[in-house]
């Protein structure tokens, strides 16, 4: 369909986007890579009246290891570059393999970390990655920041607790010591759809045995869930043990659409949650 016309304003740097937010006439969207705002502007469900382009501010993209633990990510870092990454590769290899599974290459190579959680997609890898690493998120105004964890952070379909003037700045998650272990995994019809279910798991392993663990599902709410009693149960099991720890997840009520039943994605939930639990443990104790 045809697109009505629209401002287009292109600024230089994050809070002079927040002014330009501050001051909009009518309803206004911050552009970045694109590759969710387009569509849905192509499809109708979006109809703006001015469009805001952060996509050439300077000093906001890239992958750096702060030195205390902690890893930064820039709001305007592509997909593809946590994919690449040797930084993100070593520290914190979840993230690498989760963007690995974002679409195609060329949402890859254009579609941008910041864009993506302020999108909060359910179905979303990203989302969901942050959710399970306990990230941090630093959000401005331009004249103010505050820090929200990413469990605060996504609040239903599309909807985050980000103000209206409000932009995602900097992004970051703890790297992994050692004894810890990683898995990631998503069904889809196709790779590169929308995940049908998405896991991801982390464990801290000692002699062969799991002393923490962290597990998430996509796919299956209207945001990223934590599954504290999975986590809880799998508490001193080995790699073998854990699909007898997982019994059926409790509370879930995924939706029905033409890509799946509820049924469907309550038994892919327990199978990826199981899997990237199983090599997480595995990963951890090699």
Not at 3 to 13: G, L, T
Not at 59 to 65: E, F, P
Request: net charge negative; with cysteine; aromatic share 4%.
């Amino acid at each position: 369909m045809f697109v009505k016309p629209f401002r287009y304003e292109r600024v230089a740097s994050l809070p002079e986007a927040c002014d330009a937010l501050r001051s909009a006439d009518g309803f206004t969207k911050v552009i970045a890579g694109g590759q969710s705002l387009l569509p849905m502007m192509n499809l109708g469900v979006l109809d703006l009246d001015a469009v805001i382009d952060v996509g050439h501010v300077e000093g906001a993209r890239g992958v750096v290891d702060d030195g205390d633990g902690y890893l930064a990510i820039g709001p305007l870092t592509r997909h593809a570059d946590l994919e690449r990454s040797d930084t993100m590769r070593s520290s914190q290899p979840m993230l690498a393999e989760a963007a690995r599974w974002i679409g195609s290459s060329r949402i890859r190579g254009r579609g941008t970390v910041g864009g993506s959680l302020a999108h909060s997609d359910p179905a979303a890898e990203l989302p969901l990655a942050m959710t399970v690493l306990g990230a941090e998120y630093e959000l401005t105004t331009g004249s103010s920041s505050r820090t929200v964890k990413a469990t605060d952070f996504h609040l239903s379909f599309f909807t985050t607790v980000l103000g209206d003037d409000e932009l995602v700045a900097a992004v970051r998650i703890p790297t992994l010591g050692p004894g810890w272990g990683w898995g990631f995994l998503e069904v889809a019809r196709r790779r590169g759809d929308f995940a049908l279910v998405a896991a991801a798991a982390l464990a801290r392993v000692a002699e062969g045995r799991v002393i923490e663990a962290r597990v998430g599902l996509a796919g299956v709410a209207d945001r990223p869930l934590r599954l504290g009693a999975v986590e809880i149960a799998v508490e001193g099991a080995t790699a073998d043990e854990i699909d007898g720890r997982v019994g059926a997840i409790e509370g879930l009520d995924p939706p029905s659409d033409t890509n799946a039943t509820a049924e469907h994605r309550r038994h892919l939930a327990r199978v990826l949650a199981v899997r990237a639990l199983t090599g997480a443990v595995r990963r951890g104790g090699a």
